[in-house]
């Protein structure tokens, strides 16, 4: 009940076209849902998240879909670009006993922009 | 200029060896974790701490112990009964919110190769 499954593991889009990684949880105790960048030999940077008291969030190109009765979030690049080949983690947190709010991760989709 | 720092960015220890991995932030968080990352595992806690003094075990933590003498540093060592050290380290840290919502900031990362 505490994992987050993301898909899919990896991505290929042509620059310009709108890529979507999904997530999926079971934790009906979640109630923030984290979007993570991350370059090869870097540190994730916090990207976009979002609540569950809204449906939809975009800050620049990037958008977070959130559909809470099919527990299941997404993100949307929009006019993807090759700087935005990167490693993307969804990740998910609640109040739930013993969670202290630490974030579970998915295991990552490597996306490719090319050119 | 705020952030986080990880030191070294490379390690290479031999085998036996217990090593110490360095975080600090001056961002002021209460809260400080280390994560191991391996290659298509995503992100796996190891420990964190939310107040000086004070911390506890996340889900690999065996091998791993810290310590949390200041706010602003939290030190992991790699020790010698870790049975697969070799691994991308990362240290996070973030704001205690009163509610649930933990918005996680990450180091640079350290790259461990034991052999």
């Known amino acids: 009940q505490q994992q987050v499954k993301q898909s899919p593991q990896s991505l290929i889009v042509q620059k310009g076209g709108i890529p979507i990684i999904n997530c999926a949880y079971e934790n009906t105790a979640f109630d923030y849902f984290p979007w993570y960048q991350q370059f090869p030999g870097k540190g994730p940077a916090l990207l976009i998240a979002i609540r569950p008291d809204v449906s939809e969030k975009k800050e620049g190109r990037f958008t977070i879909s959130f559909n809470k009765s099919a527990k299941q979030f997404s993100l949307h690049i929009m006019d993807s670009q090759p700087g935005d080949s990167a490693t993307y983690f969804c990740a998910a947190s609640g109040d739930y006993g013993g969670s202290q709010g630490n974030l579970i991760f998915g295991k990552g989709t490597k996306l490719s922009v090319k050119p | 200029d705020g952030g986080i720092t990880q030191s070294p960015k490379y390690l290479f220890r031999k085998e036996g060896q217990n090593v110490t991995l360095s975080c600090e932030q001056n961002?002021?968080?209460?809260?400080m974790y280390w994560y191991r990352q391996d290659p298509g595992q995503g992100l796996r806690l190891i420990y964190y701490?939310?107040?000086?003094?004070?911390?506890q075990k996340g889900d690999i933590a065996e091998g791993y112990s810290v310590s949390r003498e200041k706010k602003e540093s939290f030190p992991l060592t790699v020790t010698s009964a870790q049975k697969n050290p070799t691994a991308f380290y990362l240290c996070a840290s973030s704001i205690i919110h009163s509610g649930t919502h933990y918005e996680q900031y990450f180091g640079p990362g350290t790259r461990l190769t034991v052999t």
């Open positions: 961002l002021n968080h209460d809260a």
């Open positions: 701490s939310q107040i000086v003094n004070d911390f």
